[in-house]
């Protein structure tokens, strides 16, 4: 019979290879001497250091917590730290709710405005559980490190040594890009619009394959902030003239000058539907449909531009579906890419060398159709649709400063957003 000294040995030599053994088949975070508060000593070093240079730009708002705990040292507020950084750096240092209030406000104003953000859920209790179960600090954090490319070059330019004013505009737009959608997946080929630069650039792979000038929409129209997925070209476009642009413009260029239709190939139906019956513009009382009554009510009769050399939209427009009905696409006015300043649009996003980029995305198996069959196409100047092999994500940003390829670019603030948006704790 064993004694007593001998039973406990054969115990402890037992517990000891159990838990060897959940440790190596992976059943726990490893062996994790945590304070009561779940901190090892090896977690607070890292998270120490990551407050100290603010590693991630994402402290804003806590400045007065981090001063509490460098005088404390208590770990209960360590944590609060953690949860708050991690916040922060998911969703932004920027006060949301203060900019959607502002938002609004310009809207009452009558200005075109939408800003889409894409926010993440922080779990409090997730992030100190991971926290408690062993994992280091920066295995915590990566989850909610902003997958577009660009955020760590802009991260990094923030932490050099560049002047106040071009500092506020890296800040502000790397706290944008924490916003940005953030699948990595859509990361890796896919468009980014860069409004204020007035750019859209094409990414292959995370390189860079061409970029090109764009107009976007005037200050009073935006081109709206977000992303979605290219699916389609159209070939020779009709231009279906929204209701609200038929009020401001077409209607009354057609009463300074009855042939103004005939002339821009514009027809008149009564949906946009393109095989309907045509209406007579001479049989419609045109005035009524500026009066205040018809201020906001859907007009009776579509205005659609028919392909042309002087069509609205040019040969082309690239199709990605969204609820702002905004798109990429071809134009005439080809004189405004010589500009520096190229806000002038209701919105939709015109392109200097369309064509280019259909060959590219043509030549390249972007699209259903190969070059040759899809300038064969555009010489029937007919109507056509060609689909794309695989969709491909377009974002529409906003980034006063931008990392390109040959260094940082700086860019007027032409929407507003560097003031209106505000950091978190910031008067």
């Known amino acids: 019979m064993l004694n007593r000294k001998a039973y406990m040995n054969r115990w ?19 062996p994790h001497f945590g304070d009561a508060n779940g901190w090892s000593t090896d977690q607070k070093r890292e998270f120490e250091r990551i407050l100290a240079t603010d590693k991630y730009a ?16 208590d770990t209960r507020i360590l944590s609060k730290l953690l949860v708050g950084y991690t916040e922060n750096l998911a969703n932004s240092c920027i006060d949301l709710k203060a900019f959607d209030a502002l938002q609004r406000e310009r809207q009452k104003r009558k200005i075109h405005t939408k800003f889409d953000y894409y926010t993440q859920s922080v779990s409090a209790s997730g992030t100190l559980g ?5 994992q280091t600090i920066e ?7 902003p997958p577009m490319p660009q955020f760590r070059r802009l991260l990094s330019a923030w932490h050099d040594g560049y002047g106040a004013a071009e500092k506020h505009k890296i800040r502000m737009s790397l706290e944008r890009a924490k916003l940005m959608k953030p699948d990595p997946e859509l990361w890796q080929t896919y468009f980014l619009v860069n409004i204020p630069e007035f750019k859209v650039r094409f990414y292959e792979n995370g390189s860079e394959a061409f970029a090109m000038r764009v107009v976007v929409g005037q200050k009073s129209w935006q081109t709206p902030i977000f992303s979605a997925m290219m699916k389609y070209v159209v070939l020779n476009p009709t231009w279906n003239v929204p209701d609200n642009i038929a009020r401001a413009e077409e209607i009354p260029h057609l009463l300074k000058r009855k042939d103004y239709f ?3 190939r514009m027809i008149v139906l009564k949906s946009y539907d393109i095989d309907s019956t045509p209406v007579d513009p001479r049989t419609v009382d045109w005035k009524k449909y500026l009066t205040p009554e018809w201020k906001k009510r859907e007009l009776p009769y579509k205005l659609i531009q028919l392909p042309t050399k002087g069509n609205a939209l040019g040969r082309v427009k690239f199709m990605f579906p ?8 071809d134009t005439p006015a080809k004189h405004l890419f010589k500009r520096k300043y190229r806000a002038y649009s209701h919105g939709c996003i015109r392109l200097h060398k369309p064509m280019e980029m259909l060959e590219y995305l043509a030549s390249h198996g972007y699209l259903s159709k190969n070059w040759e069959e899809v300038r064969a196409l555009l010489d029937t100047w007919k109507l056509k649709t060609v689909s794309l092999s695989r969709p491909i994500p377009v974002h529409v940003g906003y980034f006063t400063a931008y990392p390109a390829p040959g260094g940082m670019v700086f860019s007027p603030d032409v929407y507003g957003f560097d003031k209106l948006m505000r950091l978190k704790g910031a008067e």
Do not use: T
């Open 12 to 30: 402890i030599r037992f517990s000891v290879i159990v838990g060897g053994i959940l440790w190596l088949a992976g059943c726990s975070g490893g």
């Open 58 to 73: 994402s402290l804003c708002g806590m400045e007065p917590l981090y001063r509490q705990y460098l005088q404390s040292r």
């Open 130 to 134: 991971a926290l408690r179960d062993g």
């Open 139 to 145: 295995q915590i954090l990566q989850p909610y490190v």
């Open 262 to 264: 005939k002339r821009k």
């Open 322 to 329: 969204n609820g702002n009905s905004v798109y990429m696409h």
